[in-house]
């Protein structure tokens, strides 16, 4: 039986955007490998250490896979968990198309396709976003006092500034989120529900937070695991994650945030005395190239996994012989 037009449209179209993506990611990591041979490792990796940093990374990735599901039930909507962590790792893959607004698209018609409602699916994608923008400020504000405290004495009505605008901003969240959502869901061209449940807001806030937290503590361990030690506590390398992360995700035009991260990345090492000049170029290329196969290869697996499923068989069944 032939497919129906709009599915085989829908699959050519996926194709289509499956090879871009490859492309794109495929220009990304050629760029810094290219780059990431002109810094020599300073020592031999501890490679166990850097391995353990991919899997808290990857921890972080599943406590998001979680609270999207846990998001998505403040609507009503079940997913499994393999099934969430799938369109939420495959939809993670528009990150690398110029724009960002793709991962959104890519997470609503992902999750529609599964039996989520328009709304549902929309609502949740749109505050999974803007949530992770809003506590990955929080985060970072949070960590900029410590960065303050240790680049030089003279910053306490700074730092004391920071702890504060973070605080409003974590308590005003809940209120602000829901009449953000509407705004970000008519530029995305997505349904979202104008009365956004506040436990959904909640739930995202938490879980995107402690995500955040986890994605500081793997930074950290692949710098002590690439250079042999790290100079500062945990929150420095918190705040020098997230503040390098949110200005290559703010960076429209740049996919996966590629040259604004890594720059954004080596200005704050050397600021907060965290490492010398080189020492900060190779982590900030090292990083890319490590989290950018972190991010792609589930999500890749997850594809390949999901279209040999789909794939119709090749024979009928009522030929065998029985």
Same mark, same amino acid.
């Given at each position: 039986?032939?497919?129906?037009?709009?599915?085989?449209?829908?699959?050519?179209?996926?194709?289509?955007?499956?090879?871009?993506?490859?492309?794109l990611?495929? =220009?990304?990591?050629?760029h810094?490998?290219?780059?990431?041979?002109?810094h020599?490792?300073?020592?031999?990796?501890?490679?166990?250490?850097?391995?353990?940093?991919?899997?808290?990374?990857?921890?972080?990735?599943?406590?998001?896979?979680?609270?999207?599901?846990?998001?998505? &039930?403040?609507?009503?909507?079940?997913?499994?968990?393999w099934?969430?962590?799938?369109?939420?790792?495959?939809?993670?893959?528009?990150?690398?198309?110029?724009?960002?607004?793709?991962?959104?698209g890519?997470?609503? /018609?992902?999750?529609?396709?599964?039996?989520?409602?328009?709304l549902?699916a929309?609502?949740?994608?749109?505050?999974?976003?803007?949530?992770n923008?809003?506590?990955?400020?929080?985060?970072?504000?949070?960590g900029?006092?410590?960065?303050?405290?240790?680049?030089?004495?003279?910053?306490?009505?700074?730092a004391i500034?920071?702890?504060?605008?973070?605080?409003?901003?974590?308590?005003?969240?809940?209120?602000?989120?829901?009449?953000?959502?509407?705004?970000?869901?008519?530029?995305?061209?997505r349904?979202?529900?104008?009365?956004?449940?506040?436990?959904?807001?909640?739930?995202?806030?938490?879980?995107n937070?402690?995500?955040?937290?986890?994605?500081?503590?793997?930074?950290?361990?692949?710098m002590?695991?690439?250079?042999? &030690?790290?100079?500062?506590?945990?929150?420095?390398?918190?705040?020098?994650?997230?503040?390098?992360y949110?200005?290559?995700?703010?960076?429209l035009?740049?996919?996966?945030?590629?040259?604004?991260?890594?720059?954004?990345m080596?200005?704050?090492?050397?600021?907060?005395?965290?490492?010398?000049?080189?020492? /900060?170029?190779?982590?900030?290329?090292a990083?890319?190239?490590?989290?950018?196969?972190?991010?792609?290869?589930?999500?890749?697996?997850?594809?390949?996994?999901?279209?040999?499923?789909? =794939?119709?068989?090749?024979?009928?069944?009522?030929?065998?012989?029985?």
């Open positions: 039986m032939a497919a129906p037009r709009g599915s085989r449209a829908f699959r050519v179209a996926g194709w289509v955007l499956a090879a871009v993506v490859i492309i990611v495929g =220009r990304v990591l050629l810094d490998l290219r780059e990431l041979r002109t020599p490792l300073p020592t031999s990796p501890d490679w166990a250490t850097i391995a353990l940093s991919g899997v808290v990374f990857l921890g972080a990735h599943a406590v998001l896979v979680q609270t999207w599901r846990s998001v998505l &039930g403040c609507w009503g909507a079940r997913l499994p968990f099934t969430a962590a799938r369109i939420w790792s495959v939809s993670n893959l528009g990150r690398y198309v110029p724009g960002k607004i793709w991962q959104i890519a997470m609503g /018609a992902m999750a529609r396709d599964v039996g989520v409602s328009p549902a929309s609502g949740s994608a749109i505050l999974g976003t803007l949530v923008v809003v506590a990955g400020f929080v985060v970072a504000l949070l900029g006092r410590a960065l303050l405290d240790r680049s030089s004495a003279g910053h306490g009505d700074l500034a920071f702890v504060v605008i973070a605080a409003v901003a974590l308590l005003a969240a809940p209120a602000l989120l829901p009449r953000l959502a509407p705004w970000l869901g008519r530029v995305a061209r349904p979202v529900d104008p009365t956004l449940p506040t436990r959904a807001v909640v739930y995202a806030l938490l879980g937070i402690v995500a955040w937290l986890l994605y500081g503590a793997a930074f950290r361990l692949f002590v695991g690439l250079l042999g &030690g790290a100079a500062g506590g945990y929150a420095e390398y918190l705040a020098a994650y997230t503040i390098s949110l200005a290559g995700y703010l960076a035009f740049a996919p996966a945030g590629l040259g604004v991260r890594e720059g954004a080596v200005t704050v090492l050397i600021y907060a005395g965290l490492a010398t000049r080189p020492q /900060a170029a190779l982590v900030a290329l990083s890319r190239v490590w989290l950018t196969l972190l991010e792609v290869v589930p999500g890749f697996l997850f594809w390949a996994h999901a279209a040999v499923r789909r =794939r119709p068989p090749t024979t009928d069944p009522s030929d065998v012989p029985t």
